[in-house]
């Protein structure tokens, strides 16, 4: 009896042995890419632990004193609510235009009944989404710049205004500068998406609604738009769960990091950038970015737990 | 109902002919900005159409200066090798995620998954990076941090693994006595090629555009990859000017058509990702689609 359980616990042990022997060769592939993940996303969580302390590199990190809560109650009496306030309010914006933009475009291109036109357009509309934002911002600073820029020299004296406006030191315009770069940019790319969904709704649905007499437009709201619900769901949780992410490249670079113009275009990636880099702020600036990194969490998670609620299948996880 | 539809089709091809100039129409300002003469553009400013025709800002790009030839190389050589390094990390970690036999799988999958939910922010990559593994100005700055391997990418390519290769093709292979690593190389990859292709362009693009590792690792100029010189250059026009004429007389400086020369760069920072993308649009747009759908 005894012995019976001891070969059987061995025979067991030697089959799991076995079982992850076999196996060994396809967990060393996964060890270049644990070691990347590791260095490159996990020690970084760690370093959370900088926003708590008062960091100073000549004791080292792990040496330097903790004081709390300090370097976010600087950053909550300063220029949180102005970091918050422009990252989130870009992103609402951007999340309501882009999809209305996006999915009226792309049900305009599947009207569309010659197929070259259509790819043509697909492929233009595309190409601003492919240029990189410092490309972006020689592009806006060409219609923009004060001595030579197009606006300043040819469209205003259409309008009759001679006095050259300086665009990078006034912020009034820089909202609307900023939303028309971004829509410029990026509609292209949730096109090609909604595009993709639409080319897929089934045929049928629209010769149902044609033998029912629907017209154009009718189709569009019954047939179109509910086969579409799923892909807007999914891409607008997506921006939810980044609505406390800013494209550093747009708010920095294409301003051209202007001083006047820091009331409008401060976002949370902006001012971590500012304050690591050149306002040597490490902990303000790391308090910050650890705000950002938990309510963006924080974000992703609400906005999947309502989306599990309201129609599960298009819940991420 | 037939003249009907004929004339929806024309005002949906003017609106869409309409949002295609929106899209091109600043390329144009800033192609016909770089050949126009400096005199004419101080005079009329930028333009959609060049008032003149004059090279001389590229003459100085390609003549006056290495700094852009330098750029082109630093910048061709770490989106090769980038783009080489982030497929063979991205496929090897993929393959062995795609096993459904695989034991503790999930687990796998999680830690990939996590890192797109959460992350410690650049504050203390930044000092990793540069204060204990000292990337600061060398090439790796431009290769290593956050390129080199996406959780994005490792979802996509499994997502492809699972629902094309057929766990019998695997088997197969198995039961002929290849090992795993044969496997993955000599049946899963030859039947991957449409996903390999589009990772490539998107990761070779990503590289290609990349300014934001230059501007926090590096500020030698030695180093500087085309977008990192654009980027120096928006911020400072006098950059490559100063940098042209060190050791020659300000001379020199004075004939430098700076307000063209701004423009001839950025051309010169797009005009290769627009030359190759419309050949391999169905790669972007595929790698677009599935990315977003299924990513």
Same mark, same amino acid.
């Given at each position: 009896?005894?012995?019976?359980?001891?070969?059987?616990?061995r025979?067991?042990?030697?089959r799991f042995?076995?079982r992850?022997?076999?196996?060994?060769?396809?967990?060393?592939?996964?060890?270049?890419?644990?070691?990347?993940?590791?260095?490159?996303?996990?020690?970084?969580?760690?370093g959370?632990?900088?926003?708590?302390?008062?960091?100073n590199?000549?004791?080292?990190?792990?040496k330097?004193?903790?004081?709390?809560?300090?370097?976010?109650?600087?950053l909550?009496?300063g220029?949180?609510?102005?970091?918050?306030?422009?990252?989130i309010?870009?992103?609402?914006?951007?999340?309501?235009?882009?999809?209305i933009?996006?999915?009226?475009?792309?049900?305009?291109?599947?009207e569309?009944?010659?197929?070259?036109?259509?790819?043509?357009?697909q492929?233009?509309?595309?190409?601003?989404?492919?240029?990189?934002?410092?490309?972006v911002?020689? #592009?806006?600073?060409?219609?923009?710049?004060?001595?030579?820029?197009? #606006?300043?020299?040819?469209?205003?004296p #259409?309008?009759?205004?001679?006095?050259?406006?300086?665009w990078?030191?006034s912020?009034?315009?820089w909202?609307?500068?900023?939303?028309?770069?971004?829509v410029?940019?990026?509609?292209?790319?949730?096109?090609?998406?909604?595009?993709?969904?639409?080319?897929?709704?089934?045929?049928?649905?629209?010769?149902?609604?044609?033998?029912?007499?629907a017209?154009?437009?009718?189709?569009?709201?019954?047939?179109?738009?509910?086969?579409?619900?799923?892909?807007?769901?999914?891409l607008t949780?997506?921006?939810?769960?980044r609505?406390?992410?800013?494209?550093?490249?747009?708010?920095?670079?294409?301003p051209?990091?202007?001083?006047?113009l820091?009331?409008?275009?401060?976002?949370?990636d902006t001012?971590v950038?500012?304050?690591?880099?050149?306002?040597?702020?490490?902990?303000?600036?790391?308090?910050?970015?650890?705000?950002?990194?938990?309510v963006?969490?924080? #974000?992703?998670?609400?906005?999947?737990?309502?989306?599990?609620?309201v129609?599960?299948?298009?819940a991420?996880f | 109902?037939?003249?009907?539809?004929?004339?929806?089709?024309?005002?949906?091809?003017?609106?869409?002919?309409?949002?295609?100039?929106?899209c091109?129409?600043?390329?144009?300002i800033l192609?016909?900005?770089?050949?126009?003469?400096?005199m004419?553009?101080v005079?009329?400013?930028?333009s959609?159409?060049p008032?003149d025709?004059?090279?001389?800002?590229?003459?100085?790009?390609?003549?006056g200066?290495d700094?852009?030839i330098?750029?082109?190389?630093?910048?061709?050589?770490?989106?090769v090798?980038?783009?080489s390094?982030?497929?063979?990390?991205?496929t090897?970690?993929?393959?062995?995620l795609s096993?459904r036999?695989?034991?503790?799988?999930?687990v796998?999958?999680?830690?990939?998954?996590?890192?797109?939910?959460?992350?410690?922010?650049?504050?203390p990559?930044?000092?990793?990076?540069?204060?204990?593994?000292?990337?600061?100005?060398?090439?790796? $700055?431009?290769?290593?941090?956050?390129?080199l391997?996406?959780?994005f990418?490792?979802i996509?390519?499994?997502?492809?693994?699972?629902?094309?290769?057929?766990? $019998?093709?695997i088997?197969?292979?198995?039961?002929?006595?290849?090992?795993?690593?044969?496997?993955?190389?000599?049946?899963v990859?030859?039947?991957?090629?449409?996903?390999i $292709?589009?990772?490539?362009?998107?990761?070779?693009l990503?590289?290609?555009?990349?300014?934001?590792?230059?501007?926090y690792?590096?500020n030698?100029d030695?180093?500087?990859?085309?977008?990192?010189?654009?980027?120096?250059?928006?911020?400072?026009?006098?950059?490559?000017?100063?940098?042209?004429?060190s050791?020659?007389?300000s001379?020199?400086a004075?004939?430098?058509?700076?307000?063209?020369l701004?423009?001839?760069?950025?051309?010169?920072?797009?005009?290769?990702?627009?030359?190759?993308?419309?050949?391999f649009q169905?790669?972007?747009?595929?790698?677009?689609?599935?990315?977003?759908?299924?990513?």
């Amino acid at each position: 009896m005894n012995t019976a359980t001891v070969t059987e616990r061995r025979r067991q042990k030697g089959r799991f042995a076995r079982r992850y022997f076999r196996y060994l060769p396809l967990y060393l592939m996964m060890v270049p890419g644990m070691i990347y993940l590791l260095v490159n996303n996990y020690i970084p969580m760690t370093g959370i632990i900088i926003a708590f302390k008062q960091v100073n590199f000549r004791i080292g990190i792990l040496k330097s004193p903790f004081i709390g809560l300090k370097n976010f109650e600087f950053l909550f009496r300063g220029d949180a609510w102005l970091i918050t306030r422009n990252t989130i309010g870009y992103n609402l914006v951007f999340i309501i235009i882009t999809p209305i933009i996006a999915i009226s475009i792309a049900i305009l291109l599947n009207e569309l009944t010659k197929k070259g036109l259509k790819q043509f357009y697909q492929t233009v509309i595309l190409v601003p989404y492919l240029i990189s934002i410092v490309v972006v911002s020689y #592009l806006v600073y060409a219609l923009l710049s004060t001595e030579n820029g197009f #606006l300043n020299n040819t469209i205003l004296p #259409l309008f009759g205004i001679k006095e050259k406006i300086g665009w990078y030191s006034s912020p009034q315009y820089w909202p609307f500068i900023l939303v028309l770069t971004q829509v410029w940019k990026g509609f292209g790319y949730s096109t090609i998406i909604y595009f993709a969904t639409v080319v897929g709704i089934d045929q049928s649905y629209y010769e149902a609604a044609s033998i029912d007499g629907a017209t154009r437009w009718e189709k569009v709201k019954h047939v179109t738009l509910p086969c579409l619900k799923s892909t807007v769901i999914t891409l607008t949780l997506l921006s939810i769960g980044r609505m406390f992410y800013s494209d550093f490249g747009l708010f920095y670079q294409v301003p051209m990091n202007s001083g006047p113009l820091l009331d409008v275009t401060n976002t949370i990636d902006t001012y971590v950038y500012r304050g690591l880099m050149q306002n040597n702020n490490i902990g303000m600036s790391s308090a910050a970015g650890v705000f950002q990194s938990v309510v963006g969490f924080i #974000l992703v998670l609400t906005a999947n737990a309502i989306v599990n609620k309201v129609s599960r299948e298009d819940a991420l996880f | 109902m037939v003249e009907n539809n004929k004339i929806f089709q024309i005002i949906t091809n003017v609106i869409m002919i309409f949002l295609c100039s929106f899209c091109v129409f600043p390329f144009l300002i800033l192609f016909s900005s770089s050949i126009t003469s400096e005199m004419t553009l101080v005079r009329e400013g930028y333009s959609v159409l060049p008032r003149d025709i004059d090279w001389s800002a590229y003459k100085f790009l390609l003549t006056g200066s290495d700094s852009i030839i330098r750029g082109y190389i630093i910048t061709i050589a770490v989106s090769v090798i980038g783009t080489s390094m982030n497929l063979i990390l991205t496929t090897l970690f993929a393959y062995p995620l795609s096993r459904r036999d695989l034991p503790h799988r999930n687990v796998f999958a999680f830690i990939v998954f996590f890192t797109m939910l959460f992350n410690g922010g650049i504050v203390p990559s930044y000092i990793m990076w540069s204060r204990y593994l000292h990337i600061s100005n060398t090439y790796l $700055a431009l290769i290593l941090p956050n390129l080199l391997m996406s959780a994005f990418y490792i979802i996509m390519m499994r997502t492809y693994f699972q629902s094309n290769i057929p766990d $019998a093709v695997i088997e197969a292979g198995r039961i002929d006595g290849a090992s795993e690593i044969v496997v993955l190389l000599k049946v899963v990859l030859p039947m991957s090629k449409p996903i390999i $292709a589009t990772i490539a362009l998107l990761v070779g693009l990503h590289y290609w555009n990349d300014w934001t590792n230059g501007l926090y690792y590096i500020n030698q100029d030695k180093y500087y990859s085309i977008q990192v010189l654009l980027n120096r250059m928006l911020q400072d026009v006098q950059y490559l000017m100063s940098s042209a004429a060190s050791g020659n007389s300000s001379e020199l400086a004075k004939d430098i058509p700076s307000v063209s020369l701004k423009m001839a760069v950025a051309v010169m920072g797009a005009i290769p990702v627009l030359c190759i993308y419309p050949f391999f649009q169905k790669y972007f747009v595929q790698g677009i689609v599935v990315g977003a759908v299924k990513g």
